[in-house]
């Protein structure tokens, strides 16, 4: 059985050589703009490395984004002011298939949610966004407690709050 390290932000020592998440537009993305996107500031990619193969295993990349109100749920709209809400959009989450269904996925949606509200307190943002791939994922981030766009089912979103009474929770649980 692999064992991960912590996710951590990508350098240039991580091999992401080999990567395969059955998703060619996810593999592209780590291989050739995730280091890219780093150096100019537009993403923050976060990796997981088996450690006994020495490789990246998954990745989840953050970046800021705004959401439309009509595409926000109630619950995200209430309050705010007519703008475009910020958030910070979940760009890509990917497990290499290697290691599929050990639960990496859910771990790195994790990290994702522990790093938001910190980025919260920093800029100010009121949820975390996501543009699911297909349905299957969109279930998978629903079972996490995120909550589907009205105009969108793929777009999921879960309230910077939620996310820390979540782990506030999980916390107190331990």
Request: proline share 4%; hydrophobic share 60%.
């Given at each position: 059985m692999p064992r991960f390290g912590e996710p951590e932000?990508?350098?240039p020592d991580h091999v992401v050589e080999g990567f395969d998440c059955g998703r060619l537009s996810l593999n592209v993305w780590l291989l050739r703009y995730a280091r890219q996107a780093a150096a100019v500031g537009s993403a923050r990619t976060y990796v997981t490395v088996d450690v006994q193969q020495g490789r990246v295993v998954g990745y989840h990349a953050l970046t800021a984004a705004a959401l439309e109100r009509e595409a926000a749920t109630a619950r995200l709209v209430k309050g705010m002011p007519q703008h475009p809400i910020p958030v910070v959009l979940l760009a890509?989450?990917?497990?290499?298939?290697?290691v599929a269904g050990r639960g990496l996925g859910s771990w790195l949606l994790l990290d994702a949610m522990r790093r938001t509200p910190a980025?919260?307190?920093?800029?100010?943002?009121?949820?975390?966004?996501?543009?699911?791939?297909d349905q299957d994922t969109a279930a998978f981030y629903l079972r996490h407690g995120l909550e589907a766009s009205p105009t969108d089912p793929r777009h999921l979103m879960i309230l910077i709050k939620d996310i820390a009474a979540s782990l506030n929770a999980a916390s107190q649980d331990r």
């Open positions: 932000p990508l350098g890509r989450l990917a497990v290499d298939l290697s980025a919260a307190e920093t800029i100010g943002v009121r949820a975390m966004l996501v543009h699911a791939i």
